[in-house]
Nanobody, 126 residues
Framework: QVQLVESGGGLVQAGDSLRLSCELS????????MGWFRQAPGKEREFVAA????????YYADSVKGRFTISRNNAKNTVYLQMNSLKPEDTAVYYC???????????????????WGQGTQVTVSS
């Protein structure tokens, strides 16, 4: 059974940086494409970034492009989300998700992912 554990959230000021981590256990990490999503109060969970199982392809929401970077370390079973130039509108619970090798849904869609972490809160004050 795949388990995902996020860490690294917190309270920061606008313009600051944070790095989120998500460790996968229970299966071979390199077999999974990984994504980050976020959900603000009263809003739908939305796509933030994704990275293919081999790390050669990355995808970003327009709202974070140029500020956030997704990466993975297959030796550590961990995916990262480096968040720079944070804005108050980035405030949300951030979730990581894992997608196995089967299925054709794009990595930008929630439905592509079969496993989700519990989330980590990111709060950006103005």
């Amino acid at each position: 059974q795949v388990q995902l554990v996020e860490s690294g959230g917190g309270l920061v000021q606008a313009g600051d940086s944070l790095r989120l981590s998500c460790e996968l256990s229970g299966r071979t990490f390199s077999s999974y494409s990984m994504g980050w999503f976020r959900q603000a109060p009263g809003k739908e969970r939305e796509f933030v970034a994704a990275i293919s199982w081999g790390g050669s392809s990355t995808y970003y929401a327009d709202s974070v492009k140029g500020r956030f970077t997704i990466s993975r370390n297959n030796a550590k079973n961990t995916v990262y989300l480096q968040m720079n130039s944070l804005k108050p509108e980035d405030t949300a619970v951030y979730y990581c998700a894992a997608k196995g090798l089967t299925g054709t849904s794009p990595l930008t869609q929630k439905s592509a992912y079969g496993y989700w972490g519990q989330g980590t809160q990111v709060t950006v004050s103005s």
